[in-house]
């Protein structure tokens, strides 16, 4: 077994390297990347004016426009409010990355 737990890294590039480890983080395994386009088409589907589900979703109207363009990505918490005021699972607004 290795001890060195970039071993496997060896052959990589170095500024590929660099941009695998910036993007590792122990909080980027906490986070759940949104799928703005579903999050605007529900939103849509519902008659929902983009005011309403910020009041809603308790937040700023800015801030849902920039999750629905994929400008920002949005924290838990924030993902589990729009789910709510959407009133689908968490899973319909989300997607998985790699």
Sequence with gaps: MSRNPDEHLANTPPNQLNTL???ITRRSVLLVTP??????ALREVRGL???RLA???KR???TILRV???DRGASPETL???AAALNVPIEAI???TS
């Design 21 to 23: 480890r910036r993007g």
């Design 35 to 40: 799928h703005g386009a579903a999050i605007k």
């Design 49 to 51: 004016p983009l005011r």
């Design 55 to 57: 009041h809603l979703a």
């Design 60 to 62: 700023s109207p800015s």
């Design 68 to 70: 629905e363009r994929g």
């Design 80 to 82: 589990h409010l729009i």
């Design 94 to 96: 989300t997607r998985e």
